[in-house]
């Protein structure tokens, strides 16, 4: 029931007023002067019950918010995810009948490409590391896979990507997280992302 003990001549911001578990406010914005320190404010008889300030607005999400998963009201900002549609070849399934285990590194190329070539407008790039699981088979008679891409890091030449494959009835089929490296073909080197390259990979990454 006690809210705490004010000092003399302590002004209280109106935001800062709970009495009692209840929000007060003054319409100075201050809480006047307090002539007894050791006073304490045990009820909100004490200062009267005051109209209640209307609820703020929530503040509009930026980039850095999105990114850093905070909320905005009642929704969480979500990094977007790249997706891609890949068929399924007839030469890619092996004597067992579904679409061979070598063949998703290929798939994720695929869409790979095509979120560089999206974002970047150039996929060359090279592989520094690839680490899947393959968590259900695909077969020739699914016609198609999806493939998702999201950013989990950004680096100075590098980006680290997960990535998904998923069945028509979405099932995960394999889950991937790879490093790629920007690449330079005329040097044979990496070479760093542009602030431009940056700004536009910097979107994705959740």
């Not at 009835?169 to 790879?178: I, S, W």
């Amino acid at each position: 029931m006690v809210t705490g003990v004010l000092g003399r001549d302590h002004r209280v911001p109106a935001e800062d007023l709970v009495l009692a578990g209840r929000e007060y406010w003054i319409a100075g914005g201050a809480l006047d002067t307090l002539r007894d320190s050791q006073s304490q404010l045990n009820t909100p008889a004490e200062l009267g019950e005051l109209p209640v300030p209307p609820p703020r607005q929530p503040q509009e999400a930026g980039p850095d918010d999105c990114r850093r998963g905070r909320l905005t009201g009642q929704e969480l900002c979500v990094a977007p995810v790249f997706e891609h549609q890949v068929s399924v070849r007839w030469r890619d399934t092996d004597a067992l009948g579904h679409v061979n285990h070598a063949v998703y590194l290929t798939y994720l190329e695929e869409a790979r490409d095509a979120f560089y070539l999206r974002t970047l407008g150039d996929p060359v790039y090279v592989v520094a590391r690839l680490e899947i699981d393959f968590r259900a088979e695909v077969r020739h008679a699914d016609r198609t896979v999806r493939a998702q891409i999201a950013v989990e890091q950004l680096g100075r030449t590098s980006l680290t990507t997960r990535e998904t494959l998923r069945t028509p009835d979405g099932a995960v089929a394999a889950e991937a997280r790879v490093i790629t490296v920007h690449w330079d073909q005329e040097v044979r080197a990496a070479v760093p992302f542009s602030d431009e390259q940056r700004a536009l990979l910097a979107e994705y990454v959740g």
